[in-house]
């Protein structure tokens, strides 16, 4: 689904991400683990397509196109999906308008007709009970006034609403108490299927224990320097990441 | 063969024949300049009483010893009075009976305004008063409003079946005295719009005139006089546009409400007249007076959304004079490449009790400057006097510019009066994550700004709502540098 090649990209010319290479299958949960500054939040902007980043070099493979090549807007609707690690307020925006929106242009991308109002909020009860978002949340403005948990749930409701094929959660855990957690984990899990893929960008192992990886990645210094299955994220745990800093530094 | 006299004459008489004129309707356009003969002209044209002549003359004087003002920040070539024809009508003067016989051209015109008026008057039951060039071409819903005592008409008209209403009225809220542009418009004012709402009667739909500016250089001064009686009630709706136009026009309307004893007037406007073109070329200078009185347990409610014009100088006012009454001020103003306005409100206390609300939201784009200047003034009877002002402004871009003039008056220590601003850009982020989510630019921004001016757009009625919401994307797009 996913094939990441060779990718440098830098920012303000300082180079972040130095040939990182990733490849990721339809039905796959993977983990990406780091230290700070080692490149995780900004793999997963280049990937959502951040204009401030530049592409120095590699390329990036989605279901057969160049996702390097394509607008951000066109990347979420050929289904990328990022869950951000802070999510933005709009005010005066409510939720379901935000999402009814953004849905009905993914639709038209596709050569669907709009979404109709009964069907939408439909999808809108469904969806919210995966991550017991409470209803009154969805006619809210988009993030304004939510505690940390709550747009975090924000953010998972969204993805259950728009279905993405690939998502990646940003630091989806931070902030969050064991509950929120709980809930948080139980969406992804339940969201997760044969025909799409989840990338989850954390820096503790304790997420982990609620949605499991098939696969752990140690990012560090702009490069997966480690892979393995999911008792990698335990050592990880247990050791810290100094002995990964040790092992590749230069 | 040489063009002759003859055929000349020949010309003309097809021409004539061929747009069923009369030689008079050609004289319906004033010559250019402003003297107290064009002021016999205008009255003379409409037909006018005598007293309204008068009051005329007096105002021309009135005028005539004036300077324009230049205190607001705004700058824009001074317009040429001289050099304006003050009066013109349009090319069919007959009054339609119905809506049947008004012409399929007109109809169109009003198509590409936006709403047709055939929509609004099917799915709304809107009441329109359509205002083509100075001159009422069509009204309707006039039985329905008049079973109930309402008054709904061409200021004209009013003059004409209303005079006792018309001349208790007209210049008791703003005199002539009162600003250069209100004396202006009071000498040469050639129509506009009257409503009367009689005691305790609620008017049961909204009332709208769109007003269009047609012909080329010609001014409109447009006069609004909305009186509601004791314990009625009565929303009225405003919405202008005009076509493009490479040299500026003026207009500058005067606008009256008198709300009385128990009363309550709701005044919208969506204002969208030709800003001018990309470098500022063009665009409708509007200079607009609009003041309403409250009397005893009153409440005079101002929303406005503008977005046109190349420079806007408009200041929806409230003198609260009863005990208990209340003002409000909801306003979004639009600037995009090089528009400038200079707009908010005064809401003069004089009324124990009083309270009044302003909310400004302010939106700058391209190289424009945006002002909200507003007064609050408590004068020393107006015990437990309240305010909120609510002053907010959005840049779009690195090169516009957003200033906020609020001046307060208090003679009251009983008085409470609240004032927030806040100035932001538009976000990146807010962006960048509408375009994650498969909003494209142009929504992303249609969805943020309308998400801001929010509690302004709520004021208005719901499909006046939905235009406005449309106008603000139309004003912005691919404004975000």
Sequence with gaps: MLKITNLHASIDGKEILKGLNLEVKAGEIHAIMGPNGAGKSTLASVLAGREEYEITEGSVDFDGTDLLEMATEDRAREGLFLAFQYPVEIPGVSNVNFLRTALNEIREYRGESSISAKDFMALVKEKSAIVELDAKLASRSVNEGFSGGEKKRNEIFQMAMLDPKLAILDETDSGLDIDALRIVANGVNTLKSDKNATIVITHYQRLLDYIVPDFVHVLYDGRIVKSGPKELALELEEKGYDWIKAEFAH | ?481
């Design chain 2, 1 to 481: 063969m040489s063009y002759t006299e003859n055929d000349l004459a020949k010309d003309l008489e097809n021409s004539e024949y061929k747009f069923g004129f009369t030689t008079d309707i050609e004289s319906d356009r004033a010559p250019l300049g402003l003297n107290e003969d064009i002021i016999r002209f205008i009255s003379a044209k409409k037909e006018e009483p005598e007293w309204l002549l008068d009051y005329r003359l007096k105002c021309f004087k009135i005028w005539s010893e004036m300077t324009e003002p230049s205190w607001a920040h705004i700058s824009y070539p001074k317009p040429n009075f001289q050099g304006i024809s003050y009066y013109a009508a349009p090319k069919q003067t007959k009054k339609y009976e119905s809506w049947d016989d008004v012409d399929p051209e007109m109809k169109e015109t009003m198509a590409k305004l936006g709403i047709s008026l055939e929509e609004q008057q099917r799915l709304t039951g809107v009441a329109v008063d359509f205002v083509m060039d100075s001159v009422s071409v069509a009204t309707s819903f006039k039985a329905k409003l008049q079973e109930l005592g309402i008054i709904f008409c061409s200021f004209s008209d009013a003059v004409q079946e209303h005079p006792e209403l018309v001349k208790q009225y007209m210049g008791s809220v703003v005199p002539a005295t009162d600003n250069f542009y209100a004396a202006l418009n009071s000498a040469v004012f050639t129509d506009g719009s009257f409503c009367y709402i009689p005691k305790g009667v609620r008017c049961p739909m909204e009332l709208s005139t769109y007003f269009r500016i047609n012909e080329a250089n010609t001014g409109q001064f447009e006069r609004t006089l909305v009186i509601a009686d004791e314990g009625s009630y009565v929303s009225y709706l405003e919405g202008c546009t005009a076509p493009q136009r490479d040299e500026n026009q003026l207009h500058a309307a005067v606008v009256e409400l008198i709300a009385l004893k128990d009363a309550e007037i709701k005044y919208s406007t969506v204002q969208n007249w030709y800003p001018g073109d990309k470098n500022g070329l063009g665009g409708i200078f509007n200079f607009v007076t609009k003041r309403g009185i409250c009397e005893t347990n009153a409440k005079i409610s101002w929303t406005q959304v503008e977005t046109g014009s190349a420079v806007t100088w408009k200041y929806p006012s409230c003198i609260l004079k009863g005990d208990n009454s209340v003002g409000e001020f909801y306003s979004v103003a639009v600037t995009n490449n090089y528009q400038q306005a200079d707009t908010g409100t005064k809401m003069i206390h004089l009324g124990k009790n009083t309270k009044s609300t302003i909310i400004s939201k302010g939106i700058s784009a391209g190289k424009s400057h945006n002002s909200y200047r507003g007064l609050v003034q408590i004068h020393k009877n107006a015990h437990n006097a309240r305010n909120f002002s609510q002053c907010d402004s959005l840049l779009m871009t690195d090169e516009c510019g957003a200033h906020t003039f609020p001046y307060i008056e208090c003679k009251n220590p009983s008085a409470k009066i609240e004032h927030e601003a806040t100035t932001s850009k538009i976000g990146e982020d807010q962006i960048f994550y509408c375009l994650q989510r498969g909003i494209s630019e142009e929504k992303a921004i249609s969805l943020i700004v309308n998400g801001y001016c929010k509690e302004v757009l709520n004021q208005l009625p719901m499909e006046f709502a939905v235009e406005a919401q449309k106008l603000l994307t139309i004003s912005l797009e691919g404004s975000v540098g």
